[in-house]
T-cell receptor, first 112, second 113 residues
């Protein structure tokens, strides 16, 4: 079946530290991959996406590369800010389906 | 555009009562999704509609849950009777089907006592 596995949180970092949140997936065919972010009290927002192998999605200093050989889509940012504190969700859309399957989410806390 | 609009924002009810959650998708979007978020199970897809037709309701937990989309601008998720284990944040989301980007509402925080 289709599933997404994320590293468990919370991840706690100091401002300007390097961030990695691991995400691996199981899917048939060629899914599209996404990272969504949820700020406190809000719904999820799309952060970045990649639709085929070796694509790199990027936005607001975050980036993730679609690695089919390792079935991974790890989220990275070179220098986090306090305002990046949120819950980050990795997700996939199975090929040919119009629905998103989300990972459990990883809470990130950045302190000054 | 106002985005996806959900109501109410918060709902507190007693076990056994009927609960109705409402959603207005973004105008022009032809797909609508209902998700439930809990600490234990994360974000679960309950049901989704395409052009007002339910496509996949395999995530609906049991017969107490039902969802309708009578027209392109309105959907409801009903729980009857409600139980404490239904307490969660329920999100509605919509997309146009073209760019693979889901737009989420702010959610309804449901507490069943």
């Amino acid at each position: 079946g289709n599933s997404v596995t994320q590293m468990e949180g919370p991840v706690t970092l100091s401002e300007e530290a390097f961030l990695t949140i691991n995400c691996t997936y199981t899917a048939t065919g060629y899914p599209s991959l996404f990272w969504y972010v949820q700020y406190p009290g809000e719904g999820l927002q799309l952060l970045l996406k990649a639709t085929k192998a070796d694509d790199k999605g990027s936005n607001k200093g975050f980036e993730a590369t679609y690695r089919k050989e390792t079935t991974s889509f790890h989220l990275e940012k070179g220098s986090v800010q306090v305002s990046d504190s949120a819950v980050y969700f990795c997700a996939l859309r199975p090929q040919g389906y119009n629905k998103l399957i989300f990972g459990a989410g990883t809470r990130l806390a950045v302190h000054p | 555009d106002a985005g996806v609009i959900q109501s109410p924002r918060h709902e507190v009810t007693e076990m056994g009562q009927e609960v109705t959650l409402r959603c207005k998708p973004i105008s022009g979007h032809n797909s609508l999704f209902w998700y439930r978020q809990t600490m234990m199970r994360g974000l679960e897809l309950l049901i989704y509609f395409n052009n007002n037709v339910p496509i996949d309701d395999s995530g609906m937990p049991e017969d107490r849950f039902s969802a309708k989309m009578p027209n392109a601008s309105f959907s409801t998720l009903k729980i009857q009777p409600s139980e404490p284990r239904d307490s969660a944040v329920y999100f509605c989301a919509s997309d146009s089907g073209a760019n693979e980007k889901l737009f989420f509402g702010s959610g309804t925080q449901l507490s069943v006592l």
